[in-house]
């Protein structure tokens, strides 16, 4: 009875927020499930939609490492139809941003999302939020995550996956994604021009641009 009291308030408060904000961007479905869906992770859903589907945001993912220190990895910038990133020292590249991140896997067309659970209120640097666990996969990744929920926005703004063995989407066991919905952070980067790298990596990166009269450089 306690999940669905929970859910039902959560239902509410998606909707006082996509009345406050007048949707900027309406590619996600607020309340409709899809059919599919794990019932548990119906609230959990929702706002991994709306975290999607918001028009600019950005976020990073980092390490978090066995003595609790945090690594920085990769930061991603999303706007408007295009995504930029760059790793930790690296450069900017950019990609096409997908239309829209469903809660089910485009592959195997099972839910992203399993197992949901509601483990109370909690307090971060964005203010009140709503705590879940649950099971992540995606392709042939797979985790079991701990997802924070703004109570303010309805969008996830943290999340800490741990990666089944063998089933990591990133090159560490545990990953830390901090979601940031302030669009004056969220600025098209400059990006170099598109080139051949030898090894972005280690800096300084080596780039042969075949467009460039001196086409061998290091930055």
């Known amino acids: 009875m306690r999940r669905v009291i929970s859910a039902s308030a959560f239902c509410l408060t998606l909707i006082q927020i996509a009345t ?6 309406r590619r996600s479905s607020y309340l409709q499930a899809f059919n599919g869906e794990d019932k548990s992770c119906y609230a959990v859903n929702r706002a991994y939609e709306n975290m999607h589907n918001s028009g600019r945001y950005s ?3 980092s390490e978090l490492q066995e003595d609790g220190h945090v690594r920085p990895y990769v930061e991603l910038r999303v706007i408007d139809n295009v995504v930029y990133s760059r790793r930790e020292n690296g450069v900017w590249d950019e990609k096409k941003r997908l ?3 469903t809660p089910l896997d ?3 067309g099972l839910p992203v999302f399993t197992s949901c659970k509601e483990l109370g209120d909690s307090q971060t640097e964005e203010g009140l939020a709503f705590h879940y666990s649950a099971h992540w996969h995606r392709s042939k990744w797979s985790a079991a995550i701990d997802i924070w929920i703004s109570k303010t926005s309805g969008k996830f703004i943290k999340t800490i996956s741990r990666y089944d063995q063998g089933a990591g989407e990133m090159p560490f066991p545990v990953a830390v994604q901090i979601m940031d919905y302030d669009r004056a952070h969220a600025m098209k980067p400059t990006v ?3 080139c051949w790298t030898l090894d972005l990596d280690t800096p300084p990166a080596i780039c042969i641009d075949l467009t460039s009269p001196t086409p061998i450089t290091a930055r």
């Not at 406050?20 to 961007?25: F, I, K, L, R, S």
Request: glycine fraction near 6%; charge should be negative.
């Open 192 to 194: 170099p021009p598109a």
């Open 99 to 101: 239309p829209i991140r």
């Open 106 to 108: 485009a592959d195997s």
């Open 20 to 25: 406050a904000h007048g949707a900027e961007d």
């Open 59 to 61: 976020y990073r993912i």
